[in-house]
């Protein structure tokens, strides 16, 4: 009987050993509102009561980020005395809402606490036009210019991320309208307070355009239900998904083979002239034309037919409006966009010079 109360009397000295001391914080969240970045770094206090029997201290305090310093005594504070720890943070550079946390640790095994902060950093001017240098208007600004996709298979879904500021002084409801059927967008948050970030995400769906190639459009951005902020251009190239073709399918793919890599048009004067060239399809399947394509104004092309079966061929035509090319000379490149795995994008090079 005496082991067994012997045996008890450990097990309660080691749950109050392992209970540790007992702190009580009069706050653990601190919300310093709207703070403009000029004023430079700012404090608040967080204090403490030592509700046990013995003495802590503080014995280590992490903040999650550098623009976040603890400051505390590491002196025992006895039962029943009230300490602090004061959180600085530094807005320079960090326009928008933000949340810090302060990991406090204790001696005598008590319970280790964060501590947070909150706040909007209303950004100067010269960190805002720094992270945002795109005006949209006297409401938002953006981080860039346009949107851009990059290159995506047909088929596939992809977001991308554009983010954006609230440089006004009131609430807006940022939207986006005169979309591409191909693209959609959220707006997260879809209420921003004066000084805060926000975020477009604009997905592009491939399947919802038959284009292939370079895909150039634009998207209106509003700041509310007022006028309209600006107008921003997306870019996009689809491309044709080959990852699926068996060994045999490949071996019997459509292969584009053109009658020459260039046209030249000599001398242009103020009319519109014509040339062609011959495409042939030397593979086993039929050659399938998806798009014929120029970046270059006053250029236009038309093909004979679309599909193109084994050993049968097509006439691609290219006209050229003079009065719509910059400059003395014709230099651009036409874009003959197929289903051939090996060359899905075969480039024509047109060459000229104009008489003005």
């Given at each position: 009987m005496k082991s067994f109360r012997s045996f008890i009397a450990l097990i309660a000295l080691a749950l109050a050993f392992?209970?540790?001391?007992?702190?009580?914080?009069?706050?653990?969240?601190?919300?310093?509102?709207a703070i403009d970045e000029s004023v430079g770094p700012v404090d608040c206090i967080f204090k403490f009561v030592n509700t046990s029997s013995e003495p802590v201290s503080i014995v280590r305090a992490h903040a999650s980020c550098g623009c976040t310093s603890p400051k505390y005594s590491r002196d025992a504070v006895a039962p029943g005395d009230t300490a602090a720890i004061?959180?600085?943070?530094?807005?320079a550079g960090r326009p928008g809402k933000f949340t810090k946390t302060v990991a406090v640790e204790f001696s005598n095994n008590a319970p280790r606490t964060k501590l947070y902060i909150t706040g909007t950093v209303v950004g100067s001017e010269s960190t805002v036009a720094q992270r945002y240098p795109v005006d949209c208007s006297d409401k938002i600004k953006l981080s860039r210019g346009a949107v851009m996709f990059g290159e995506i298979l047909k088929g596939q879904t992809r977001p991308v991320f554009l983010e954006a500021y609230n440089r006004s002084t009131s609430t807006i409801q940022p939207r986006v309208e005169n979309l591409p059927p191909y693209i959609t967008v959220d707006v997260t948050p879809d209420t921003v307070p004066p000084g805060q970030q926000f975020t477009y995400i604009f997905y592009i769906h491939s399947s919802k355009t038959p284009l292939y190639g370079v895909l150039n459009d634009s998207v209106t951005v509003l700041a509310d239900n007022g006028a309209p902020a600006c107008t921003i251009p997306t870019v996009a190239i689809v491309k044709e998904d080959f990852s699926k073709l068996t060994p045999k399918e490949l071996q019997k793919a459509p292969v584009i083979t053109p009658d020459t890599k260039s046209l030249d048009f000599g001398q242009l004067s103020a009319n519109t002239a014509q040339m062609s060239c011959t495409i042939t399809n030397t593979g086993k399947t039929a050659l399938k034309i998806r798009r014929l394509y120029s970046?270059?104004?006053?250029?236009?092309?038309?093909?004979?037919?679309?599909t193109i079966k084994p050993g049968k061929t097509a006439t691609v035509t290219v006209d050229i409006n003079p009065a719509q090319i910059p400059g003395n000379i014709l230099n651009a490149r036409l874009q003959i966009i197929s289903n051939d795995p090996t060359n899905p994008i075969t480039n024509l090079r047109l060459v000229g010079e104009i008489k003005r």
């Open positions: 392992t209970a540790g001391a007992q702190i009580h914080w009069l706050e653990t969240t601190h919300n310093f509102g004061t959180v600085t943070y530094d807005p970046a270059e104004p006053g250029v236009y092309a038309k093909i004979s037919t679309e």
